[in-house]
């Protein structure tokens, strides 16, 4: 099988919550095209691909919600949310550091921040990379991309926002 079959070719978010942040939807709507443009999604058992994925929140657990290119029901993983807490806390305040930053053209002040930002983008990549190896493979620029889904879908539940405060 080739490194093609084990993709993704739809990615979707939960969308009965709508942000009022453009910021974050232009986040997610970049990382999006990413993941469909590159991206290695390996459900452990799973044949081969394209996949299509949606990330949804259930009795406040993350849901990976995995199905094949048809959109036939392959396998959901639920996630606690408690291991990523921290990360989401510290990610959404220097995430909002950035934006002041850019609004006051402070080049080296957003630097720094952006560095901070990485980091920490970094970080919870790894950390959904293991909470994910026993069911999903997935590479570190997939697991970016998807921490970053998973930020901007909790920045669109109010119900969540204990968790980016």
Not at 27 to 56: C, M, N, W
Not at 99 to 111: D, F, I, V
């Amino acid at each position: 099988m080739t490194g093609a079959e084990f993709r993704l070719c739809d990615v979707a978010l939960d969308c009965s919550f709508k942000t009022r942040d453009q910021r974050v939807e232009r986040e997610q709507a970049l990382a999006v095209l990413d993941l469909l443009e590159a991206s290695t999604f390996v459900p452990v058992g799973h044949h081969g691909g394209p996949y299509r994925l949606k990330i949804s929140m259930a009795a406040g657990r993350l849901v990976f919600h995995i199905a094949d290119d048809k959109g036939a029901h392959i396998v959901s993983h639920h996630l606690s949310l408690a291991p990523f807490r921290r990360l989401l806390n510290d990610y959404s305040r220097t995430c909002e550091g950035y934006y002041e930053a850019m609004c006051r053209s402070n080049l080296e002040r957003l630097q720094a921040i952006d560095m901070g930002r990485r980091g920490i983008h970094d970080e919870a990549a790894e950390l959904l990379r293991e909470r994910l190896s026993a069911k999903v493979d997935i590479d570190k620029d997939t697991a970016r991309r998807l921490f970053t889904l998973i930020y901007a879908l909790l920045a669109r539940n109010s119900g969540h926002q204990i968790l980016l405060n």
